[in-house]
């Protein structure tokens, strides 16, 4: 009798680790995908995130996404001297910023 609850406690302790494994496989791939998870803990931290906008502002430009590109605005966070500043903007508005790495652009002429 003890013999199978052992099995069983092992069986449960296996499967519990394969899934917390399989969670965190899954939020890496969403974060690679979108960013949100580490833009997340960004603002929350209020660090610079202009490297992870611009990452994906390209990507969107890959996609094709011209509204999400021109009309959606996202959290920024810079530095600029001392301070840490925070602002809603648009791709097209982050691109028009001097920040180090250039975004692609898109043609937002009518689109929002």
């Given at each position: 009798m003890h013999k199978k609850a052992i099995e069983s406690v092992v069986w449960l302790?296996?499967?519990?680790?394969?899934?917390?494994?399989?969670?965190?496989?899954?939020?890496?791939?969403?974060?690679l995908e979108t960013g949100n998870f580490s833009a997340f803990i960004r603002d929350i931290t209020g660090r610079d995130n202009t490297q992870d906008?611009?990452?994906?502002?390209?990507?969107?430009?890959?996609?094709?996404?011209?509204?999400?590109?021109?009309?959606a605005k996202k959290q920024v966070?810079?530095?600029?001297?001392?301070?840490?500043?925070?602002?809603?903007?648009?791709?097209?508005?982050?691109?028009?910023?001097?920040l180090g790495t250039t975004i692609q652009k898109i043609n937002c002429n009518n689109i929002c």
């Open positions: 302790v296996g499967m519990a680790v394969i899934l917390v494994i399989a969670v965190v496989i899954a939020i890496m791939i969403y974060d906008l611009i990452a994906q502002c390209n990507n969107l430009v890959d996609r094709g996404a011209k509204y999400e590109y021109c009309c966070n810079y530095e600029q001297g001392e301070e840490t500043k925070r602002q809603e903007i648009t791709c097209q508005e982050l691109s028009t910023m001097k």
